[in-house]
């Protein structure tokens, strides 16, 4: 069993920053692809950055040049540095990870999700 565990939301005012954090723990073998995504209320759940194993990243075009994704992969963990916020980036942000945990089997995971209120 895999768990993903998020930390870092919380309310900021336009203009300010936050980083979140996730962190994947349990049977992993590797993690090839980690993300972030978000939802907003009375909206769908989308991608706001990926990077891969090998540290290649994208992002969603409402975000370039303002977030950044990284990623510790000693520690399993991915990063997501939020600058510039908006309110419109005002959601549940939750991380996504393909993991391998046996050597021929992969499978997605989540976090539980954190929140972002961003205030005008």
């Known amino acids: 069993q895999v768990q993903l565990v998020e930390s870092g939301g919380g309310l900021v005012q336009a203009g300010g920053s936050l980083r979140l954090s996730c962190a994947a723990s349990?049977?992993?073998?590797?993690?090839?692809?980690m993300g972030w995504y978000r939802q907003a209320p009375g909206k769908q759940r989308e991608l706001v950055a990926i990077i891969t194993s090998g540290g290649s990243t994208n992002y969603a075009d409402s975000v370039k040049g303002r977030f950044t994704i990284s990623r510790d992969n000693a520690k399993n963990t991915v990063y997501l540095q939020m600058n510039s916020l908006k309110p419109e980036d005002t959601g549940v942000y939750s991380c996504?990870?393909?993991?391998?945990?046996?050597?021929?089997?992969?499978?997605?995971?989540w976090g539980q999700g954190t929140q972002v209120t961003v205030s005008s």
């Open positions: 996504n990870a393909n993991v391998r945990y046996r050597i021929w089997s992969t499978s997605d995971y």
């Open positions: 349990g049977s992993i073998f590797s993690i090839n692809d």
